[in-house]
């Protein structure tokens, strides 16, 4: 019986890659709170499908669930990508239910830390089970080198995924993009603000290229 299984779960994966080329790419868009996540995946969606995939804020942890926009096919220069774009929630290595007690009420704001939480943990079985490349969002005004950034990137790379680093926020005068690059050098960074719409060519040419 074990062998059987065995042979079963083999085929099954061979026929997994003879059709994944045919699929489209599920991307998750991943980074601590407040990088511009959503920002850049409503900036990707609306561009190419007229539509947006989720709700913008300044608040830390708008996003609390995994939000899908499939079927979001990107040409540039000759070559194609159909993706599924994957909008998930800031992780942290703890989420205080005081970061949100300034914009709302005390049971407000521990219901939004409880829901945080879990929308961490979804985000984690999503890396570690459902996508099958990473765009790696980060505030290029703030430091990149945390525990959470470093541990994301360190589950990312033991998966073999293709990883693009986005420098997000450039429009701000605090911005360095070198700074990330330095934090992370063995992958390649991209600039851009995704509030502004700044080198969204270069992020495009980038996704066609490196998920195409």
């Given at each position: 019986m074990g062998l059987f299984t065995e042979l079963k779960d083999s085929i099954s994966r061979?026929?997994?890659r003879l059709f994944s080329e045919q699929e489209p790419k599920r991307i998750g868009i991943y980074g601590?709170?407040?990088a511009g996540k959503t920002t850049l995946a409503?900036?990707?969606?609306?561009?190419?499908?007229g539509d947006a995939v989720g709700t913008e804020s300044h608040i830390p942890h708008e996003t609390r669930r995994a939000r899908r926009k499939e079927n979001v096919e990107i040409?540039?220069?000759?070559?194609s990508v159909t993706i599924d774009i994957v909008d998930t929630p800031g992780v942290t290595t703890k989420v205080d239910y005081e970061e949100f007690t300034d914009e709302m009420d005390e049971e407000d704001a521990i219901?939004?830390?409880?829901?945080a939480t879990e929308g961490v943990a979804e985000a984690m079985h999503w890396l570690r089970e459902d996508v099958d490349g990473v765009v790696y969002v980060l505030d290029s005004a703030e430091d990149p080198i945390t525990?959470?950034?470093?541990?994301?990137?360190?589950?990312?790379?033991?998966?073999?995924?293709?990883?693009?680093?986005?420098?997000?926020?450039?429009?701000?005068?605090?911005?360095?993009?070198k700074r990330i690059e330095d934090a992370f050098p063995q992958h390649k960074t991209v600039p851009l603000s995704?509030?502004?719409?700044?080198?969204m060519d270069e992020v495009y040419d980038n996704i066609a290229?490196?998920?195409g």
């Open positions: 061979a026929r997994d601590p709170p407040n409503n900036r990707i969606a609306r561009d190419w499908t040409e540039r220069d000759g070559k219901r939004r830390s409880r829901e525990q959470a950034n470093t541990m994301l990137i360190g589950i990312i790379e033991s998966r073999d995924l293709p990883v693009l680093i986005f420098a997000n926020k450039i429009d701000l005068e605090e911005a360095s993009v995704a509030k502004e719409g700044d080198n290229d490196y998920f």
